[in-house]
T-cell receptor, first 113, second 108 residues
């Protein structure tokens, strides 16, 4: 069966420090991968998505970047965190069949201090 | 524009009362719509898809193209239904577009 893993679960980082959040999917190949940010009162905002290795699409301009070095690995990064980067980050995948929706990871709570 | 609107941030009902979580969408073409639920300390998970016309945990949602709505309903709410509910639309780019969510609180 397919599973999605995200880590770490929580992270507290000082302003100006780098960030690396990792997401991996098991049990499938060539998944579509997504990074969302969930903020109270603002719902889920799509940050990046990838349909293949090295293919990244950005939905919103921001202080973050994403990379897909392997088929089932998706990384969210920042060189210098801002206070406004605090939030709950969710990774998700689907097989490319939109009608089945997405499967989400357990999320990472990032607090920038 | 492709958009999902959930007008209620918070919905509070008593156990056994009917529940309706509202969702309206904006999309040109045939929409694919979903309801996701996030229970406390759990991951966001798919509740139901309109294309399946299914009932999960007593919840149903009917697509009304005339009103561009996909409201989530349950005739008798249970305390364990308390959670955050998100309506989502599959956009033309293949990306899920979410509403801002409604927090359902079911009181004993």
């Amino acid at each position: 069966s397919q599973t999605i893993h995200q880590w770490p679960a929580t992270l507290v980082q000082p302003v100006g420090s780098p960030l690396s959040l990792e997401c991996t999917v098991e049990g499938t190949s060539n998944p579509n991968l997504y990074w969302y940010r969930q903020a109270a009162g603002r719902g889920l905002q799509l940050l990046f998505y990838s349909v293949g290795i090295g293919q990244i699409s950005s939905e919103v301009p921001q202080n973050l970047s994403a990379s897909r070095p392997q088929d089932r690995q998706f990384i969210l990064s920042s060189k210098k965190l801002l206070l406004s980067d605090s939030g709950f980050y969710l990774c998700a995948w689907n097989s490319g069949q939109g009608r089945y929706g997405y499967t989400f990871g357990s999320g990472t709570r990032l607090t920038v201090v | 524009a492709q958009r999902v609107t959930q007008p209620e941030k918070l919905l509070s009902v008593f156990k056994g009362a009917p529940v309706e979580l509202k969702c309206n969408y904006s999309y040109s073409g045939s929409p694919e719509l979903f309801w996701y639920v996030q229970y406390s300390r759990q991951r966001l998970q798919l509740l139901l898809r309109h294309i399946s016309r299914e009932s999960i945990k007593g919840f149903t949602a009917d697509l009304n193209k005339g009103e561009t709505s996909f409201h989530l309903k349950k005739p008798f709410a249970q305390e364990e239904d308390s959670a955050m509910y998100y309506c989502a639309l599959m956009g033309s780019q293949g990306n899920l577009i979410f509403g801002k969510g409604t927090k359902l609180s079911v009181k004993p």
